[in-house]
C-alpha cells in the first residue's frame, strides 16, 4: 500500500546519478559510459548505455543488469534522452524490453513505448521510464533492471539506458521561521537592552556624586562648620585632613593660679 505521510513527515527527492557509488553494472566492460553532448534542464550530464552485441562480445552468456539499493518511499527512472541515444548509436537501434525488480517483485517495461511521441521540446530530457509510490520508507530495497533481449549479435541492435533515478525519502518537518517576526523580535530585544543600559549608566553616574567616599578633583576641599570649645579651653591641635596642615600645641601658662599662687613683686635696689 502507498505510504500515508504523518503530520511530522514530508517528502524529500535525491538524485541517484549513473555515476553514484552505489551503481554496479554488469557485465562492466559492455556498459558504455557516455558524456552528453547535448544539456537538458539538468545540465551536461552522463549516462550508462548497453547493446545485445557489446554485452555477447563481451562476455557470452551474461545478462545486462545495472543495480542499486535505496530507502524511498517513491521511485522514479529515467533513461537516456532520445537525442543522447541518436549521438551514441548512429546506425541504428531498438529499445529493448526491460525488467525492472524490487526486491522480489518485479515488473515488465515496454521501453519502445515510453520513447514514442515525445515532443521535439523535450527531445534532450532524460525519459521516465519507471515509477512506483508502493515502497516501504524505512527498508532499504534492491533496485535492479535487466535487458531481456535476445544476447547475440543479430540483425537490430537492442540497447538499454540508465540516466539516473529520483528517489523520495521520508524526512522530518522543521518548523517554518517568519523572517519578518524573528526581525521585529530583534530589534525589539536590542531596544530594550539599549535603555537598560542607559538607565543602568545614570543611576551608576548618581551613586558616584552621592557618596562622600569617593572625591573628584573638580569638587574642591570638603568644608567643616566650626566647632565651639567654650570660653576658658582652647581648641585642641588637630591635624586637618583636608589641608595636611599640622597645628602645634598652644605654650603653657607661666603659673596655675589656682595651685601656685603669685610670687611678691621683686623689690627695687634689694
Known amino acids: 500500500p502507498k505510504y500515508k505521510l504523518k503530520h511530522f513527515e514530508k517528502l524529500k527527492n535525491v538524485t541517484i546519478h549513473d555515476t553514484d557509488f552505489t551503481m554496479s553494472f554488469t557485465p562492466p566492460f559492455a556498459w558504455q559510459k557516455i558524456i552528453s ?15 545485445n552485441e557489446l554485452a555477447y562480445y563481451s562476455r557470452p552468456g551474461s545478462t545486462a543488469v545495472t543495480e542499486f539499493s535505496a530507502q524511498c518511499a517513491a521511485l ?25 525488480c524490487l526486491g522480489q517483485f518485479c515488473d515488465y517495461v515496454d521501453v519502445h513505448h515510453a520513447y514514442l511521441n515525445i515532443p521535439l521540446k523535450l527531445w534532450n530530457e532524460p525519459v521516465l521510464l519507471y515509477n512506483t509510490d508502493r515502497m516501504w520508507p524505512k527498508a532499504v530495497e534492491a533496485v535492479t533492471i535487466r535487458l531481456l533481449g535476445p544476447l547475440s549479435p543479430v540483425a537490430q541492435q537492442w540497447i538499454m539506458s540508465f540516466s539516473h533515478a529520483v528517489c523520495s525519502q521520508i524526512v522530518p518537518k522543521r518548523p517554518k521561521s517568519n523572517i519578518r517576526d524573528f526581525t521585529t523580535a530583534l530589534l525589539s530585544a536590542v531596544a530594550l537592552l539599549s535603555s537598560a543600559i542607559i538607565v543602568a549608566g545614570y543611576r551608576v553616574t548618581l551613586f558616584l556624586f552621592s557618596t562622600a567616599q569617593w572625591r573628584f578633583p ?49 623689690q627695687q635696689g634689694t
Open 37 to 51: 553532448n547535448t544539456t537538458s534542464a539538468m545540465g551536461a550530464q552522463t549516462f550508462h548505455a548497453i547493446s
Open 218 to 266: 573638580w569638587a574642591g576641599p570638603k568644608q567643616h562648620p566650626p566647632l565651639n570649645y567654650g570660653e576658658h579651653s582652647a581648641p585642641p591641635s588637630y591635624v586637618s585632613y583636608d589641608t595636611m596642615d599640622s597645628t602645634p600645641d598652644p605654650p603653657p601658662p607661666e603659673h596655675d593660679p589656682i595651685t601656685q599662687p603669685a610670687l611678691p613683686p621683686k
Open 76 to 100: 522514479a527512472i529515467y533513461g537516456a534522452s532520445p537525442a543522447q541515444l541518436k549521438a551514441a548509436f548512429p546506425g541504428g537501434f531498438r529499445h529493448g524490453h526491460t525488467q525492472i
